[in-house]
């Protein structure tokens, strides 16, 4: 557990949306475990707390290289095919916005072509707070764009979920042991403690 206090601290919660849920396209189907974990985190820091949204392309080839091949596989999950909310916050974490806020992005990591560097920069955030879906796929790619950008990243283990048991096995055992000096990796009960009022 990392001994200093968790400051100037924003919370991101990673892309908690219908689609990615129990009965979406993209069903993550351990989010449902997590949700409470997450809801009880947001509760407490609401106004610090950023949710972002993965929005997907109008159609295949509105994105670049392999994002074509990639939604011409995918081309149900593009914008034309979807119906309904599929890309809305599931309602447990739409509750809370406002205060909180949400940011929509193109692609994996939160802070490509987002507005998210500059929001946090504006707020003077220092920390990160990482939650969401999916460990190894978005978490990871936003996790790792945090790092290079300079910010202190905290991964809260147990309000994290992916469609997959060994790339999320995987994912906390390199940030223990490959990465431990840039990412500190907490339970939610951990990060209430170091938390700071400020």
């Known amino acids: 557990m990392p001994a200093q206090q968790i400051v100037r601290a924003a ?13 979406g396209l993209w069903a993550t189907p351990w989010m449902e475990r997590v949700l409470p974990t997450i809801d009880a985190i947001v509760s407490r820091y609401a106004e610090r707390t950023v949710f972002t949204r993965f ?16 939604f ?30 949400v940011v929509d992005k193109p692609f994996y990591s939160a ?7 500059d929001l946090l920069l504006g707020k003077r955030v220092a920390t990160v707070v990482v939650t969401g879906a999916e460990t190894d796929v978005c978490v990871l790619a936003t996790v790792l764009s ?15 979920c992916s469609s997959s048991d060994l790339g999320h096995d995987a994912l906390m055992t390199m940030y223990r042991t490959r990465l431990q ?9 951990q990060l209430f403690e170091l938390w700071s009022a400020e």
């Open 11 to 23: 919370h991101l919660c990673i892309d908690m949306q219908n689609i990615f849920s129990k009965n």
């Open 181 to 189: 000096h840039q990412i500190d990796v907490v339970s939610a009960e």
């Open 72 to 101: 011409a596989h995918w081309d149900h999950a593009t914008r034309r095919n979807l119906h309904g909310d599929e890309l809305e916050l599931v309602p447990a974490m739409a509750r809370h916005a406002p205060p909180a806020i």
């Open 55 to 70: 929005i997907t392309p109008e159609r295949a080839e509105d994105r670049p290289g392999q994002w074509q091949r990639y």
């Open 111 to 117: 802070f490509v072509r987002s507005g998210l560097y």
């Open 146 to 160: 945090a790092v290079d950008l300079g910010f202190r990243v905290v991964v809260v283990e147990d309000a994290l």
